[in-house]
């Protein structure tokens, strides 16, 4: 049974920083592409970035690129999300999510079968 779990969320202030990690169970990691995904209030949930399948290559979204980064570690099988610079914009809820054999992953929801509850991220002086 595949099992994703997110954490580190939590209340920010702008500029701050987070490091969101994804536990997964049940799965072959480097099997699958993991993305991240964000939900703010009352919007769709949108893609953040992402980590292939079976290598390091990422993809991130215009208003991530050069804040935020993901990486993975297999041994752990956890999959980590560092947020840096952070703005009010960037509240919502993470969700991490998998996509088997996704080799070039993507950053919008379809590809993706199996979705964690999602971790509360707050950014707010």
């Known amino acids: 049974q595949v099992q994703l779990v997110e954490s580190g969320g939590g209340l920010v202030q702008p500029g701050g920083s987070l490091r969101l990690s994804c536990a997964t169970s049940?799965?072959?990691?480097?099997?699958?592409?993991i993305g991240w995904f964000r939900q703010a209030p009352g919007k769709e949930r949108t893609g953040v970035a992402c980590i292939s399948a079976g290598s390091d290559r990422t993809n991130d979204n215009a208003s991530a690129k050069g804040r935020f980064s993901v990486s993975k570690d297999l041994a752990k099988n956890t999959v980590y999300l560092q947020l840096n610079n952070l703005e009010p914009e960037d509240t919502g809820v993470y969700f991490c999510?998998?996509?088997?054999?996704?080799?070039?992953?993507?950053?919008?929801?379809?590809?993706?079968?199996?979705w964690g509850r999602g971790t509360q991220v707050t950014v707010s002086s």
């Open positions: 049940g799965i072959a990691l480097d099997s699958y592409a």
């Open positions: 999510a998998a996509e088997l054999f996704g080799v070039d992953c993507a950053i919008v929801p379809r590809p993706y079968s199996d």
